[in-house]
């Protein structure tokens, strides 16, 4: 008989943490706000950064080619993504987020990388492609990337 309460008492535990692990949310790109992007910037290195200050988003926006305005975050509750690609040597190269998955320990950003394909016409100029997103983190957790190869 104890061996019986035992054995319940160690399924209901066990059963009660896989259901806690499985607390990880998608969030749809439809609810993302996307700030930014471009071609043009003066980001020349590859860069995954959080943002998380007017401070740091000033200085991301001087980097801006389109010296754009700079919009309103509610820090409270919101942090900034930048995904740069970096100097390239023509145009028809990009990067996006391609989902973000939110658990209760983190938040990571799926991105996604392209550029041209052989005998595609390109623009014969440097480009730097950027974007930039607002993301919903009330409880500041960790942001972390990955890339994803399509």
């Not at 700079?70 to 028809?92: F, S, Y």
């Not at 730097?128 to 607002?134: K, T």
Request: charged share 20%.
């Amino acid at each position: 008989m104890k061996f019986t309460k035992t054995l319940q008492v160690l399924f209901v535990a066990v059963l009660m943490s896989m259901t806690s692990c499985k607390s990880t949310k998608t969030i749809p790109m439809q609810d993302l706000d996307r700030l930014s992007g471009s071609s043009y910037s003066e980001f020349n290195q590859t860069e995954q950064t959080v943002i998380k200050d007017n401070t740091a988003l000033e200085s991301v926006y001087n980097r801006i080619a389109t010296r754009e305005a700079m919009p309103r975050i509610n820090w409270d509750k919101q942090q900034v993504v930048l995904l740069a690609l970096g100097q390239r040597n023509t145009g028809g190269f990009s990067i996006d987020i391609s989902e973000v998955v939110k658990t209760k320990k983190d938040i990571t950003v799926y991105y996604h990388t392209s550029g041209p394909k052989e005998g595609d016409m390109v623009t014969q100029a440097l480009t730097a492609p950027y974007v930039l997103y607002a993301l919903d983190n009330p409880n500041k957790l960790p942001i972390n990337f990955e890339e994803v190869f399509e």
